[in-house]
Structure formats: structure tokens, C-alpha cells
């Protein structure tokens, strides 16, 4: 109580991080987890036996493009559903009534727990982003041809790791009033849907209202394979969108939270 | 993070009662109605009644996990949920379900600290109830390997891990064999006479008559009778504990 009182805000840190490594080792440890990280592999890899399909793009372009898409399918499959099943599989079990009677505040639990899954789904993108580096290095040997350059590569997986962790958000928020893991994980995942619709918004003026939802098609890697790069002032913008989006998802699910009866 | 004035009362329970919503009416379902008690730091509290009679309701509104829809709850004279007041407590919930792939250790690790306990007492204070709780061979063992008496066992040990000043636990026997039962009996005593408060549900009805200071019976929500076990039971003998004949025989033949 005595650090309560005189230094609140590194204690309050200090708990996150608890609770968001508690977090990620369990996400380690999810089957399903690995699952999708396999399938997410495959996927990728799948890319070198579809390269014929490739509607008149170059092919290093197809990989990039296929490639990235798969790690973004299953990462958003990853994001909604490790979130949900790590949020339920604690409030369900034990877990839960332990931290919550401890003085930690919901909005700590809350952030520790997107905290955690965040950092899975940084090794996610950062493993699958190594394999499709790696497919894409090798087929650029075979045909002597140069794709990409580095720093372009990394900005595609970080827009994309920026992009699941608002879905996990999203199915945060969902989950602080949900009462079952598989309501929580569709619905999260039918809220991701709906913001990759999110720029078709624009034409039409009834659907206008959802422009207060993140739009997440701001973060696919289009500049991937067109090689026209993000500026720094756009990619600064981007991360800020970002933020205040993970700040008001985080926000909404903590209030709710707070009201909630464990 | 005002102190109060002057704290006499560990635990209490003023006018408290619980309903929850029903349908889409409008009606809502009492769980608990008007229950008030009072428990002074050094007591144990047993709350006996049939399943569904509210214990662990009132258990989970001091613990916080649940507001009152009436009534107040006090923890330390502070509002049972506020911060100030679960730094003071130890809850064990119900079920004991954790996470299977960390160790013992791992999990009292993750407890303790985020419990106000200084840095510094963490690695002794671990050690301490791992041995109490007759896990210190097992507490580098994942928790799937545990029983559910041990897993039953861990629970109590992180709700003890942070020296808590109130003790709230919820069929706290549930799970435990007759030996373990007699250490846990032994230990809500030990912990009286540390001066903490311990409020604890039961079906063990001999059991709890003979450990609690005070003793309350809940049905449908209802306080049906609450009072010291010389003003319910008539006896003038201090709560000790002991086992029973046919326990004495048990640990007999167990032990040699």
C-alpha cells in the first residue's frame, strides 16, 4: 500500500508487465496458437506452388503479395481467437478471482493482457515474416532478379503487426462484456471484417456511421509491390491512428471491465 | 487513500444483499438479503449453509469480484473492492483451476507480485507457504502434474503468499484428504492467533463448530443464525483443533 501510495505509476507498470509475460508464456502454450502459426507456414510456403497464378504480376511480387496476405489471414484468426481464449481461460479457471482481489486495477489486467497477446502476435509476424524473407531471398537467387529492399520489408510487417493488434483490441473490448470465449472470438473476428470494409464506407451515406470504426485497410502493405514507400510524416500519421485507436478500444473494454462482476 | 480514524472491525457486512437481473422483465433474483456482521481482527468467521444459500456471494462481495446492490461492505474499515482494501486481503476462490503449464513456484511468483508485499520478502515468503502447504518437493512441477488436493493446496498458498490481515476462503477444504484437512483447521487457528481475520465457507460442519469463533448460517440468502459458539452452541471451551477418533485411527493406520 505504502508503494501505492507514493509511486503509483511504476507500480502500476510493474503489474502490467506481470501480468502481459504471464500472458504471453501461456499464449506460448496454446495449441491452437500453433496451430495457425503452422498453417500460416504452409500458407506462405504454398506461395512458391501458386506463383503460376499470378495474374500477370511478376512473380517475386506474387510471393510478396500472397505471402503477406497469409500471414495476415491467419494472424487475424490468431489475434481475435489467443485473445479470447487466453481472456476466458483465466476469468473461467482460478485466475482471475486470484489477481483481481490483489490491488491490481481492471484497467492494469486489461493492459497486461493485450500487452501479452500483443507480443505474440510481434513473434508471430516476426517468425513468419522471417520464413517469407527467406522464400522470397531464394527465389531471387534462382532468377537473378532484385525485389525489395530491406527497411521496405520490415515497414510491410510492421504495418501488419500495427493492423492484428487492433483486432486483438477490438476482441478486448468485446470480451470485457462477453460471456463466452466463442461469442467474444466471432465477434471479434466480424468486427475485423467489418473494418477491412471500412474504406467501401465512403460511397455509401447510410453506412456512413461506421467511419468511427479504425479502418484497417490503411495498414495492408500495398507499397509492398508497387515500391512507392510510405513517407515518414505518413508512416508517423499511421502509427498515430494506431494509438489512438488501441488508447479508445483499450479505454472502452477498461471502463466496461470495471463494471463487470467477476 | 484516506486511512480511516480508528479500525475495529475487520470484516463487515452492513444491511448487504445481492440480486441479479432475471430475463428481460426487469425482475431481478435476490441471492442475499440484508445480511450485516461484524468480525474482529484475530476471529474466524465460518459460514455454513446448503448450496445456493449466498456464501460465496458475501465471500466474493468482500473480495470485491462483486458489488452490493445494497448494503456495504468494509474491509479493514475500508469499501470492500477499493484498492486500500485489497491490498489487505487473501481470497482462495472456489475453484482452483490454474494456469497447467507454470510450476507452483512460477504461479506464487506471479501472485506476490502483484500483491503489495516488499520485493526483498517475495523468494522467502514463497518458500514459507510452499513448505506449509506440503509442496516444496512439487513446487518446480508444472501444475498439470498436480492433484487436485495440491492444486486445492496452491490456492491457500496464494492467498496466504502476501500476509494478507483478512482471510477469505471459499470451501477452502474442498478437495483436501482428512490430513490435509486437519492442517488446514490448524492453520485457520494459527492464523486467528496471528491476529488476521479468516472468514471461511463449509459444508464440514463439525469441523467449522469446532475452529470458528463465531459462526453463521445462511439459507436462501438469508441470515439464518449468527452469533459466537458459546451463544449458538453453548460451549465455553476455546476453539481448538483435534482430530476425531475415527481421524485419530485414520492418521494411526496412514502413519504407523
Redesign the interface.
Known sequence: ?????SNPFPASL??VR??AS?TL??AL?LRLAWLLVLAGIMLVLMAQWLRDFNFGASELKFLGDFGLGAIGLMGTALAALAMAHLFF?DL????A?????????RWEYLGGKLAGVMALLALYVGSLGLVLACLITMREAQLGAAFQPLPEYLQACGLLWLKLTLVSAMTLLVCSYASSALFASSAGLLLAVVAHLRPFTQASGWLSWLRLWPNLALFDPQSLPAGDNLTVLGLLGLVGYWAVFILLLGGLASYVFK?R?? | MSQPAEVSWAVELDNFGKSYPVGWTGGRRPAVQGLSLRLAPGQVLGVLGPNGSGKSTMLKALAGLITPSIGQCRIMGHPAGSVEARAVVGYLPESSRFAPHQTGRGFLHYCAGLSSLPPGKVAARIDAVLLWAGLGAAADRKMDTYSKGMLQRLGLAQALVHEPAVVLLDEPASGLDPEGRLALAKLIRELADQGRAVVFSSHLLAQAGEICDRIAILGRGRLLAEGTRFELLGSTRRPVVEASPIESLYLEKLHG
Open positions: 500500500m505504502a508503494e501505492a501510495r510493474r503489474r506481470l501480468i504471464q508464456a501461456e502454450h481461460s473461467m479457471g482460478a485466475t478471482g486470484c489477481v483481481l482481489t490483489r490491488p491490481v486495477r463494471h462482476e467477476i
